[in-house]
């Protein structure tokens, strides 16, 4: 099982530099890959269930710049707020800056004001996600876009195209998620499960997407600064007996991220380390 970190981009009064060092820290400690959530315009407060105080893509191109292996994803980009060809040509360049680095992590959004704020019809989120994703795909692999009820054509050359395919991560745990991540995606994950509970999805999972077999993961918080990397530890080999490939873990406000991350992955075992 892989551990990633959610990066701290999720507390109002952030700088960049604080969550670039958190993600610095964490390709040199050996973690598998680095996360941001995403929000245009979240409720207050801030927190680790609204996130997204930098928008989610340009933070990671410049996080690419200054890292070399760990994957760069999105935990989860709300994609019926973003106008489809313009995010895939985003998702095109940040794998071109990070080549085979780039995760698509999809979500189609909870909160209605959200929307109303950017005029997008709240009740159409699910079939205008389906849409852009299919449309992204059809852009990198170069081919004529799907006629769709949302968009227009997408006449001219789209240029660049990735290097390679650039993975679909759907996030989410509604009967529409599930399909939708049996239908297109190659991960899939989760939040808010018991271990117990991650094993029944991920069999759910598994039965849905047969013959093809999803990464299944789960993004975790420390349940508080007293919560010992030993109790996470626990928590950990939990998910991991239960089927979790990868579990990505947000460790608190970034100032005080160092220590725990640094000591969780100095009792991780080195041989399961990227």
């Known amino acids: 099982m892989k551990l990633s970190v959610a990066l701290s981009n999720d507390e109002a009064g952030v700088e960049p530099a604080s969550i670039v060092a958190q993600a610095r820290l964490a390709e040199e400690l050996g973690y598998a ?3 941001v959530p995403d929000h245009l315009l979240p409720p207050e407060p801030y927190g680790d269930v609204y996130g997204g105080v930098y928008e989610a893509l340009m933070l990671l191109s410049h996080v690419a710049a200054v890292t070399n292996r760990v994957t760069l994803g999105t935990t989860v980009i709300i994609v019926p707020l973003r106008e489809p060809v313009l995010l895939a040509k985003q998702l095109a360049t940040l794998e071109r800056l ?30 205008r996600t389906d849409e852009t994703i299919d449309l992204i795909h059809a852009l990198h692999r170069g081919e004529t876009p799907p006629e769709n009820r949302f968009f227009g054509s997408a006449a001219g050359v789209f240029e660049p195209r990735p290097t390679a395919p650039v993975p679909v991560m759907v996030g989410g745990m509604t009967g529409p998620a599930f399909r939708r991540a049996a239908r297109v995606a190659d991960r899939w994950q989760a939040f808010g499960l018991t271990a117990q509970e991650f094993r029944s999805r991920r069999e759910e999972l598994d039965r849905l997407s ?32 239960a089927g979790a490939d990868e579990v990505t873990i947000h460790f608190g406000p970034s100032a005080q991220t160092s220590a725990p991350m640094t000591e969780l992955m100095d009792r991780w075992p080195a041989g399961r380390r990227p």
């Open 98 to 127: 990070a080549p085979g680095r780039v995760v698509f992590g999809v979500g189609v959004g909870w909160d209605t004001s959200e929307f109303d704020a950017v005029g997008v019809p709240f009740s159409e989120r699910g079939v």
């Open 210 to 241: 047969a013959p093809r077999r999803i990464s299944a993961g789960i993004m975790l918080s420390r349940e508080s600064s007293q919560e010992s990397v030993a109790e996470l530890l626990d928590r950990l080999h939990a998910y991991e007996s």
């Open 33 to 35: 890959g680095v996360w």
